[in-house]
């Protein structure tokens, strides 16, 4: 009876350092060479302190948080998000290895957030191989392929043929589980080629292991096909001679360990007993392995073989001691699987049935059962995780659907708004026009208006300097006019004085009337200047307390016409000193000071 554990998907779990990897310790030794280094530069650091963290899961998963958590601490502050994707990715998978997929989930949703403000595919591709990865263990088969085949298009043209084999390989495991032979075989074949461009001991022993896994699966289809078997055990004794080859530059032993049980369990399963010493080789090259690892499943599948040969001899003491023997060795392990405890007990309750011994195989059924309520309550923790994680992916992607509705929506709104927008603008700039249009035409109207207000005052001084002009015409021949009618009147008393002297005195008569119509004109005249100045002598008049005489308006018209003294003098017939007096005695009828001036007082009142 075979109880061994297949170590198939143990291989899925597994992450290879980039090239540059050599032994764990001497990996771990170099890293902190490197983070002892002076000024050492803050991304270089956190890249470092990430890889430590997945140097160490083997043997110290605690401290590889720790440096895994630091190592993000310190790129949270730095710009290219590069850093803190890589540091979350290996949180994801160090998360994963100590079963907190809830966490592991969280983990590659904030990677994937950070590295969207990378340029680097490499870790970017990274990322999504962390992601399809993290999806296949939680069963999203079609969400994993997607994001292995983003993760290869990222990949696509870097020098990371390292990722690229990983990538494929999860894709072989995907459609093997999914039993397409062909697809498997050919990403199979793909693994192993970037593998081989990687030149990396560790990515080659992973593809070998691969390789081998495909070729037996295919035998056990078709056990006819013998060359099958033959290639399976070729690739698993190539992963052991490059093991043995460069061990300093192996980190995961696993896979050695793998090929050596897978080996040994080829030679049990396919081979006489003549091979049993075959057998033994691998299965202590197993069991040295596992024990140095820690492996608890490699150590109870090779207990487990060599059980098998026991059984066969119908030696159940032989058979049992073996697996107790193997029992032991997983239960020193500090938080050994339950799962490989109850495999063990049900071996052995399987053995003491099959000796005869009903009691001690109720009892081995018994611890059995224990573990396995154990092993079950675990496997519902472990399916609710799994839920859990595939709920909130489920609730992404309905979110995510959401928002791709919403913004098909608000697509939509922006086509309307852009619409709405270039309407306004159109609006408004019609506006605009007609506004400036306007404002033109309101300012050429201003415009016109001011020079037409320009015209109208300019002819409005014009009409004003010929009234003052025509005023002062007026007011001189108004003074003219009574000027000349004094002297007639004189000349008419001289007249009446004389004798009659005939023909001269009627001529002279004739004259003065004449004269007497023109000064009827002249009063007509006048009666035009009080049109154009009615309040002129009245307000002299009234300044004057009416004392101004009839010589006196003379003289104020005179100077209002703006005649000076010798002027008035002349047209008066006096002589100019007696001008001077009329104008003191003018000065002192209208109150005026001695400083004012009067022509300046009698030009305020026209």
């Not at 052991?240 to 793998?258: D, E, K, M, Y």
Request: glycine share 4%; net charge positive; aromatic share 8%.
């Amino acid at each position: 009876m075979k109880i061994y554990i297949r170590l198939s998907v143990i291989l899925f779990i597994i992450f290879v350092l980039p090239k540059f990897a050599a032994s764990q310790s001497r990996i771990a030794d170099s890293l902190h060479t490197i983070l002892r280094q002076p000024d050492l530069a803050v991304e270089t650091k956190a890249m470092t302190l990430a890889q430590l963290g997945r140097t160490l899961y083997e043997t110290d998963l605690t401290a590889a948080l720790g440096f895994a958590h630091e190592s993000l601490q310190l790129s949270r502050g730095l710009s290219d998000g590069q850093y803190a994707a890589f540091a979350l990715a290996t949180l994801t998978y160090l998360n994963v290895q100590r079963d907190s997929l809830v966490l592991a989930q969280r983990n590659i949703d904030s990677a994937l957030r950070y590295i969207s403000s990378s340029s680097n595919r490499i870790v970017n591709g990274y990322v999504w191989l962390r992601k399809g990865w993290l999806e296949y263990i939680v069963n999203q088969t079609d969400r994993s392929t997607a994001s292995l085949f983003k993760a290869l298009q990222l990949l696509e043209g870097q020098p990371a043929d390292a990722y690229r084999s990983l990538v494929y390989h999860y894709l072989a495991n995907i459609y093997a589980d999914l039993k397409d032979i062909k697809k498997l075989k050919t990403y199979t074949q793909l693994s192993l080629q970037s593998a081989y461009k990687s030149g990396d001991p560790d990515i080659i022993c992973n593809a070998y292991l691969a390789a081998g896994s495909s070729f037996l699966k295919d035998f056990r289809l078709d056990p006819s096909k013998k060359p099958l078997l033959d290639s399976a055990i070729f690739y698993n004794r190539q992963l052991l001679q490059l093991s043995g080859a460069q061990p300093s530059r192996i980190v995961n032993h696993t896979n050695t360990g793998a090929a050596a049980l897978n080996l040994a369990n080829i030679y049990w399963e396919f081979y006489p007993k003549q091979y049993k010493d075959s057998v033994d080789k691998y299965i202590n090259l197993a069991l040295t392995i596992g024990r140095k690892a820690g492996h608890e499943e490699i150590i109870a599948n090779s207990y487990g073989i060599l059980s098998e040969y026991a059984l066969a001899d119908g030696d159940y003491a032989t058979a049992e001691k073996l697996f107790l023997m193997g029992l032991a060795e997983v239960e020193r392990h500090a938080g050994s699987s339950l799962q490989v405890r109850a495999s063990m007990l049900k071996g052995l309750a399987s053995v003491a049935e099959k000796a005869g011994d009903p009691a001690k195989a109720l009892g081995y059924f018994k611890r059995y059962m224990q573990y396995e309520g154990e092993v079950y309550d675990a496997g519902k923790l472990a399916i609710a995780q799994k839920l859990e994680v595939q709920y909130q992916a489920q609730k992404k992607d309905k979110e995510l659907e959401r928002l791709q509705e919403r913004a098909a929506f608000n697509k939509k709104l922006n086509v309307i708004y852009v619409g709405l927008v270039i309407a306004g603008v159109l609006a408004l700039t019609f506006l605009f026009r007609s506004y400036h249009f306007r404002l033109r035409s309101s300012i050429q109207q201003e415009k016109l208006q001011a020079e037409e207000a320009a015209r109208l005052k300019v002819e409005q001084e014009l009409l004003q300097e010929r009234q003052d002009r025509l005023q002062k015409e007026l007011l001189a021949g108004n003074l003219q006019v009574e000027q000349k009618n004094e002297l007639l009147q004189t000349m008419r008393d001289k007249l009446a004085a004389q004798p009659e002297s005939g023909g001269l005195k009627n001529q002279m008569e004739r004259m003065l009337k004449n004269d007497l119509r023109m000064d009827e004109d002249f009063e007509d005249i006048k009666t035009r200047l009080a049109d154009i100045h009615p309040d002129f002598f009245n307000r002299l008049q009234q300044l004057a307390d009416h004392k101004l005489t009839r010589l006196d308006l003379k003289h104020c018209s005179y100077i209002l016409m703006g005649l000076s003294n010798k002027e008035i003098a002349s047209r008066l017939g006096v002589d100019p000193k007696s001008i001077l007096m009329a104008r003191y005695r003018i000065k002192q009828k209208l109150k005026l000071e001695k400083e004012d001036n009067l022509d300046l007082a009698i030009q305020r009142l026209s």
